[in-house]
């Protein structure tokens, strides 16, 4: 692949850049359309249901400081990655190959990238099934995953500006049903009569444990959203670069995170109910299972194209298998049956704890490179390489960083390192990786970031 860039020339199947960074004549979308399409992922019911665990179990002001804290948190990694996501028009699978991990390297990460995708396309289709087959217990459970596994391909077929329309579309029906169920509790009697903001269950405490326990379960969660927004941020046009990425890099993490995570911690202190599946549906009735429904798609598309994109990403590098990326989003959704069919909502638990050390690690290490090895300390080209025949296979620099603080980070996790550790796992690995990731950079001066130095990249290709 060269330095220079064919307009895509099927409408709809090369419009997403799968394998090559996004050429400036393809930006196309305003950044308000893209800030559209990422509000699919902030409005899932998980950050509602964030918010209503934390506070049944730990307290509402503990939980409300949580979400804060992951609000702030996303927001600096997210308009950071961002803005490089935006300068080089590419994701962060691309931006891996040469952020310091070298082509093959970057692909490890891109696969299991994709089966986090997976793993969410699982669950919220498992959420929508079981709302269902609530209503329609004759028909089995599985017959719904199928079908709800199924219905969302069709979705996402068109690529990111299908997914532009369906937000859109699909966004008043969500505020109307949202607002609906928020005026219909005010006239329910409460199940916590007090202050919201004063539950708190015995045994807790405001600040200590109680505290570091919300945080513990945000840091499964931080990692995975500025990932997510690169996908996004790489069609910001230049002449919206800060708008652009302030807006893609902070409104998903306020609606996430700050707004979802509010809301989910009224209704389940009103309610005394952890799972917005069952007080949405104690409201709204049979809207309460179409306003699950209208969510767990919104989310679930944008899960598909994320997912394809990563899956696209691993076989071009390793395999060289090609297909257009309507073909990963069959492999996605079919793999997601399978693991609904698996039940893997019963490994939720250890694939979250997982799923945030590792991306905390990788944000970490795509930034680290980028505003310190790259601008700072002037090593490696100033700018991501992402063509195969200028990069090494592997980068030991980056590879080496993520798995070591993976280990430690998980080990922390699974409380080896005592309860502080345990609850800070997350935010351990991306320190870890981030000064390793530099002492690897300066002892190896660089000398596995390109195999030989391209002659066709553009000034404004530079980062650094």
Request: charged share 10%; net charge neutral.
């Amino acid at each position: 692949m060269a330095g220079t860039y064919s307009p895509p020339s099927t409408e709809g199947k090369e419009e997403d850049f799968t394998l090559e960074k996004v050429p400036e004549h393809a930006k196309t979308m305003k950044w308000g359309s893209l800030v559209n399409t990422t509000i699919g992922i902030a409005t899932a019911m998980v950050f509602m249901q964030m918010g209503s665990m934390m506070a049944m179990r730990f307290g509402s002001m503990n939980a409300l400081v949580a979400e804060i804290y992951a609000t702030v948190l996303t927001t600096i990694l997210g308009v950071g990655i961002c803005y490089y996501s935006a300068k080089s028009g590419m994701n962060v699978n691309l931006m891996a190959r040469g952020g310091g991990f070298g082509y093959i390297g970057a692909s490890v990460t891109s696969i299991i990238y994709a089966s986090n995708f997976i793993m969410y396309c699982a669950i919220e289709g498992a959420i929508m099934a079981s709302a269902v087959h609530a209503y329609l217990p004759i028909v089995p459970v599985q017959v719904y995953m199928i079908f709800f596994g199924l219905a969302v391909i069709p979705l996402n077929w068109f690529g990111i500006k299908q997914l532009d329309k369906l937000q859109k579309w699909s966004l008043p029906i969500y505020l109307v049903l949202l607002g609906a169920a928020i005026f219909l509790s005010f006239k329910m009697v409460p199940k916590y009569e007090g202050s919201i903001f004063s539950f708190l269950p015995e045994g807790q405490e405001f600040g200590g444990a109680s505290l570091l326990a919300c945080i513990g379960i945000m840091n499964g969660l931080v990692g995975i959203l500025p990932l997510v927004m690169t996908d996004y941020a790489r069609f910001i046009k230049k002449d919206e670069l800060k708008i652009g990425v302030f807006m893609v890099g902070f409104v998903p993490m306020l609606i996430s995170f700050f707004i979802s995570g509010l809301i989910g911690i009224y209704f389940g202190v009103r309610f005394a109910e952890e799972n917005p599946g069952i007080y949405f549906v104690q409201i709204l009735g049979i809207g309460g299972a179409m306003f699950t429904i209208l969510t767990q798609l919104r989310i679930n598309i944008n899960n598909l194209y994320s997912g394809s994109l990563s899956l696209a990403s691993f076989f071009e590098n390793v395999f060289k298998f090609k297909p257009n990326r309507t073909f990963w989003v069959v492999v996605v959704a079919l793999a997601a049956i399978g693991l609904m069919l698996l039940n893997v909502l019963d490994y939720l638990g250890a694939l979250l704890t997982f799923q945030g050390v590792f991306l905390f690690a990788w944000v970490s290490i795509i930034l680290t490179d980028a505003v310190i090895v790259k601008r700072l300390l002037k090593i490696g080209p100033p700018y991501f390489e992402y063509r195969q025949k200028y990069l090494y296979a592997w980068n030991p620099v980056g590879v080496v960083s993520l798995v070591v603080s993976s280990f430690i980070g998980t080990l922390a996790a699974f409380n080896y390192f005592g309860q502080f550790f345990t609850n800070t796992s997350a935010f351990l690995s991306g320190i870890i990786a981030s000064l390793l990731y530099i002492a690897l950079a300066i002892a190896t001066k660089g000398r596995y970031y390109m195999k030989q130095k391209a002659e066709d990249v553009l000034e404004d290709d530079h980062i650094a």
